[in-house]
């Protein structure tokens, strides 16, 4: 069996304005839709760092990280051979949405690949013109 890695970028619940944002309109969060949404992502990351403490020492890892740069939501799973992106969608939950197939040495893959990493080693404190000085 080969080694496999798991990276989880997930909404920071502290952000309370992201929070808002991304759930204001969930039918299933009318009553108090940011502390409903809040108590969900802290049980969420709680429940992610229990298996990654599990999963310690076996052939592979699980890394998860809070991001403040997560309005509208995605997720990437990243192989050798493709790479998924789905959206995570405003009023629909996630089964709902689309989901993108892109192949190694496409524009696209060099794309998300490169914005990813950016998002990975810094998801709480580096401005966009850090990363990406010749675009902003």
């Known amino acids: 069996m080969r080694a496999f890695k798991i990276q989880i970028l997930m909404m920071n619940p502290e952000n309370e304005g992201l ?12 009553q108090n839709p940011p502390l409903k949404a809040q108590d969900t992502l802290r049980d969420q990351f709680k ?5 990654a403490k599990e999963t310690m020492g076996r052939k592979g890892s699980l890394e998860i990280k ?6 509208f939501g995605v997720f990437y799973q990243i ?5 998924l992106l789905g959206l995570f969608l405003s009023v629909e939950t996630w089964q709902e949405g689309p989901l993108i197939k892109f192949y190694p040495r496409s524009p696209e893959w060099k794309v ?5 990493s950016v998002c990975w080693d810094n ?3 580096r401005e966009a013109q ?7």
Do not use: E
């Open 19 to 30: 929070v808002r944002s991304r759930f204001r309109l969930r039918t299933s969060y009318k």
């Open 47 to 51: 429940t992610f760092q229990d298996i």
């Open 66 to 71: 809070q991001c403040d740069t997560m309005p």
């Open 79 to 83: 192989g050798h051979q493709v790479m």
């Open 112 to 116: 998300l690949s490169q914005n990813w």
């Open 123 to 125: 998801p709480l404190d």
């Open 130 to 136: 850090q990363a990406f000085p010749d675009k902003v």
